[in-house]
């Protein structure tokens, strides 16, 4: 009897593990454009409007040159509109700072907003956003975070079950990597913040739901792997952070959880390079599969991915490729 119910057992794992797995395939894949008044970009972020899928990064000569700017796009049924400039670190007549990291995030009430980040390197920027209530047609202007707090410094915010937001966000100082949640009331209002402890140099996290009030981050990190962490009670406190095993070259990753609970990884699975992006499947957040491999090659740049799932349960997500264009590729499960 023990040996039959041990073999009932695996089965039931077996039958189950197969059951988690999905199949995403391709429905459409393209550059968000062809041409641009820039030659390189990086750090792309995704949204769905009502009038379609809106894209924002930033583009200049090269990351860190002061005509680093904030670009949009917006792909309805004619396709990708001219990317447009939205934002740019312009002081005065003859100085202005690179910008950073745009992060896009739609209110319940329809209103975006475009967190970005300006200054001369990630050590000393600032953060800043803008809002939208035209899908972002027109921009307000520029509006600074509180001192000490940057925004959801590369992926997407996230709304928590009491309606407050929470921005994944993090330090990079002296070489140190640390992450924090930030978080408001909708309205962007009563600033405060929540360290992530553990002993990994760890910087921008993205959010995992387990439902009821469990969450749990992923980060990029020094030590070579994907580290994780777990809150109980709405990010108000966190676990230290420990390793996922997800061997990791330490560039920007970012996940989703989808609506059956199932969740989704980006990342450059590789120890070093930036040449190969793989998508990963989890039905836990704690182990993972390689589901889908994006980009695969030799040499160059694959890397700082965005995903999201639409309202139809398909998926999009965008990402750097070769740091000449932005590339977007749509799934459906």
Known sequence: MAILIQLIGILFQITSSDSEKINPKIISQEFIYENAPFPSCHASTLIETEDGILAAWFGGTYERHPDVSIYTSLRDQKGWSTPTLVADGIENEVFRNPTWNPVL??????EILLFYKEGPNPREWWGLYKKSNDGGKSWS????TPPGFLGPVKNKSVKL??????????FETNGVWTSHMEFTNADLENWRKVEVPGPFQAIQPTVLFHGNEKLQILTRTQEGVI???FSENNGKTW??????GLVHNGSG????TLEDGYHLLVCNLIPKGRNKLSLLG??????WEEILVLEDEKSGEFSYPAIIQAKDGSIHLTYTYQREKI???HLSL
């Open 227 to 229: 580290a994780t962490a």
């Open 253 to 256: 990753i970012d996940a989703v």
């Open 141 to 144: 202007k520029a509006i600074q």
């Open 327 to 329: 590339k977007y590729v």
């Open 161 to 170: 079950s009491d309606g407050n937001l929470m921005h994944p966000s993090s």
């Open 239 to 244: 676990t230290e952070l420990s390793s996922t």
């Open 282 to 287: 989890s039905a836990d957040g704690l182990n």
């Open 105 to 110: 995030y739609q209110k319940s009430d329809g």
